[in-house]
Nanobody, 122 residues
Framework: QVQLVESGGGLVQAGGSLRLSCAAS???????????MGWYRQAPGKQRDLVAA???????EYADSVKGRFTISRDNAKNTVYLQMNSLKPEDTAVYYC?????????????WGQGTQVTVSS
């Protein structure tokens, strides 16, 4: 119902910046049902954890490890969510996944992007 296309991953030195983008597409009904979008990351051998999320009303949530360094934003007209990543650290290295949460009444569904690799060198 919803397809997510990510871009912006790559290799960057510690202290550098990177901007991830995630564009959502699909039928109008599904797009309108998106309640929140977020970014998760998963390093090798670790769980997939929330990095940042933003609701349709622009309420934001961040993991403690990225507060003050990362900023999530939305462009509702373009159905796109961004993650501005500043002051990157080697421990930020992971595959970053975009998530769209759809809410239809009491039904909740999550759709995921393919993931984009972010590598921060020392």
């Amino acid at each position: 119902q919803v397809q997510l296309v990510e871009s912006g991953g790559g290799l960057v030195q510690a202290g550098g910046s990177l901007r991830l983008s995630c564009a959502a597409s699909g039928n109008i009904f599904s797009i309108n049902a998106i309640n929140a979008m977020g970014w998760y990351r998963q390093a090798p051998g670790k769980q997939r954890d929330l990095v940042a999320a933003i609701t349709r009303g622009s309420t934001t949530e961040y993991a403690d490890s990225v507060k003050g360094r990362f900023t999530i934003s939305r462009d509702n007209a373009k159905n796109t969510v961004y993650l501005q990543m500043n002051s990157l650290k080697p421990e930020d290295t992971a595959v970053y996944y975009c998530d769209a949460r759809l809410a239809r009444g009491t039904l909740i569904n999550d759709y995921w992007g393919q993931g984009t690799q972010v590598t921060v060198s020392s």
